[in-house]
């Protein structure tokens, strides 16, 4: 016979760590969604966005700007047999959701995106005004408008 005792206290605290974990995951109610890991690279013409989403149909990824605002949204699902036994499941399935605010830097009418190998890449222009530049240094004799 196995003798447990239950702590109130700790059963709260479990529940309200899952809570933020799944929270800080992004990780839906009930396990629906999953977490999406994601790099981004600023490069000199535009922001590169990497979304991690191995085993994810490419038909089921919609990638949307809406006010500033991108969104990736994917569905994994796995079908299993009538005689499979599903043992453990590490591998979150369901509706992934990730959002990322722009910046009013970024071109958002000229996002580009690609699927490879599970891995979406999202580009994302720099605007002109935004891009770095480099400023002519005049010399004193050329200009009298500066005065050093």
Same mark, same amino acid.
Do not use: C
């Given at each position: ?7 109130? !206290?700790?059963?709260? !605290? /479990?529940?309200? !760590? ?13 396990? #629906? ?11 000199? /013409? ?9 085993g994810v149909d490419p038909d089921s990824i919609e990638v949307t700007v809406d006010r ?11 079908? %299993?047999?009538?005689? /499979?036994?599903? !043992?453990?499941? +590490? ?9 990322? %605010? ?9 996002? /580009? #995106?690609? %699927? ?11 605007? +002109? ?6 400023? +002519?240094?005049?010399?004193? +004799? ?7």
């Amino acid at each position: 016979m196995l003798l447990t005792s239950i702590d109130p !206290f700790v059963q709260e !605290f /479990d529940r309200q !760590f899952d809570r933020l974990a799944k929270q800080a995951l992004g990780w839906g109610e009930a396990g #629906a969604s999953g977490a999406m890991p994601l790099d981004g690279v600023r490069r000199k /013409d535009d922001v590169l966005l990497k979304f991690d989403l191995p085993g994810v149909d490419p038909d089921s990824i919609e990638v949307t700007v809406d006010r500033g605002v991108l969104s990736v949204s994917a569905r994994r699902e796995e079908e %299993y047999g009538q005689d /499979d036994r599903l !043992f453990v499941r +590490e591998r979150p399935k369901g509706l992934f959701t990730r959002r990322v %605010y722009l910046s009013e830097h970024l071109d958002s009418e000229k996002v /580009d #995106a690609a %699927y490879a190998n599970g891995v979406l890449a999202v580009r994302i222009p720099v605007i +002109e005004k935004a891009r770095p530049r480099k400023v +002519e240094i005049h010399r004193a +004799e050329e200009t009298r408008s500066i005065k050093p």
